[in-house]
């Protein structure tokens, strides 16, 4: 065991709360698991975290009024203003903070004309997930990948799955100090061969995912970006540089969609996304269908067309059924009828690896050869049922499939 003692039991993996647990903490955390199993873990009482600081939760301690510092680095892509102020570069909202405010991400803050992140090394969320679960269907499959957060998204999402970490300020939520080498050192430990920066947004902890991808890339371990893809072109292009995949929450193919259910715009993102293409770094698209919402057949067929013309049939896209969430809770779940017309219509416009997401047991969680039509990689869920690919190439036609298999 390491210096940082990393905990693992049958249920959740994950950092854990140091010494003595109060009903508070056991409540807290049991209340937040009970409605997010599966997708996040915060850190579980069950243990003792050894060689780690945990930050107490306080709303009044952070930020401004200047507690939590071991947190707060300067912040990479801004630009100074006058009068104290800054532009943030990171994210194409493009903040112009006061001094002594934050931008739209709630972890980034201006003081005094310097720019600062307050999520620097304060990781609240460590998971060991399936890698299926990102879902990546061509990235190392049934292999285990690390899985890390800090708080904080630049998107207000309504449906939110993880919104308990994603919508709040960092200092509201429980974390602990740790640093990159950490993270690589128990990835390392474990044998498992990547890390995955997810749950929350990864763009607005980037000083943090950027500095484990590299401790991570020197070590043989690869890398992986589960994102809405809101980020500038300066930023992605270096992240590009040390990261393996990434993972795009596409999530319409509407203005309206993108401004009125997730604070943003849709434009960046499909910058985004061929910019990833440019870089060659593996990517797959992930579209959660909401119901009445960005659904329409007419949506997802222009929506198909743009991602074949724009990137290419290879790109994997999975539609995914939603489920009453967040502030959401008035919709009634997407009938999985919906998602497998939008499989249907991603397969007549040209995709060629098209899944259904969100349905267990489903067909077309598998992968198919786009040859012989064989199935060449059988799923249920996140478990791997069967696996008939070799060296990256269908084992009955020796149809190449793109991906990252090794």
């Not at 600062?116 to 061509?138: A, G």
């Not at 440019?278 to 007419?298: A, K, M, P």
């Not at 779940?333 to 497998?340: H, K, L, M, S, Y």
Request: charged share 25%.
């Amino acid at each position: 065991m390491n210096k940082w003692s990393f905990h693992t039991n049958p249920y959740i993996s994950c950092l854990s709360l140091p010494g003595q647990v109060t009903r508070r903490d056991f409540l807290r955390t049991t209340a937040t698991l009970g409605g997010t199993l599966g997708t996040f873990s915060l850190f579980s009482p069950s243990f003792s975290l050894a060689g780690t600081d945990r930050v107490p939760e306080n709303k009044n301690e952070g930020g401004i009024k200047g507690a939590s510092e071991q947190f707060v680095t300067e912040a990479k892509y801004y630009r100074k203003l006058d009068g104290l102020k800054v532009e943030c570069e990171l994210c194409p909202k493009k903040c112009i903070v006061a001094d002594m405010e934050r931008g739209a991400c709630g972890v980034r803050e201006n003081r005094g004309g310097v720019y600062y992140t307050l999520v620097m090394n304060r990781l609240c969320s460590f998971n060991i997930d399936p890698i299926e679960k990102k879902p990546l269907n061509h990235f190392l499959p049934a292999t285990n990948v690390t899985s890390i957060a800090t708080p904080g998204c630049n998107f207000e999402c309504r449906f939110c799955l993880n919104w308990q970490i994603s919508q709040f300020r960092p200092e509201e939520i429980s974390c602990h100090d740790v640093p990159p080498e950490a993270v690589v050192e128990e990835t390392v430990a474990r044998g498992i061969p990547s890390i995955a920066y997810t749950y929350s947004e990864p763009v607005v902890f980037f000083e943090y995912m950027y500095e484990v991808a590299k401790l991570a890339r020197a070590r043989g371990i690869k890398n992986v970006v589960v994102s809405n893809g809101y980020i500038e072109e300066k930023p992605l292009r270096d992240l590009c540089k040390v990261v393996d995949a990434i993972k795009i929450d596409l999530k319409a193919f509407t203005d309206s969609f993108y401004t009125n259910i997730c604070a943003g715009t849709l434009k960046p993102v499909l910058r985004t996304l061929k910019i990833i293409k440019e870089e060659g770094v593996w990517n797959e698209i992930v579209v959660l269908l909401v119901t009445t919402l960005n659904d329409g057949e007419n949506e997802i067929r222009d929506m198909c067309k743009w991602v074949v013309e724009a990137l290419g049939p290879d790109v994997p896209m999975h539609f995914s059924r939603f489920h009453k969430e967040y502030m959401l809770q008035n919709l009634p779940d997407t009938p999985i009828a919906v998602i497998e017309r939008a499989r249907r219509i991603a397969v007549e416009e040209g995709v060629k690896f098209a899944y259904v997401g969100n349905v267990p047991g489903h067909k077309w969680e598998s992968t198919y050869c786009p040859k012989c039509g064989k199935k060449i990689i059988g799923r249920v869920g996140f478990y791997i049922a069967s696996r008939d690919i070799k060296n990256g190439t269908c084992a009955y036609c020796g149809e190449s499939i793109p991906g990252v298999w090794r």
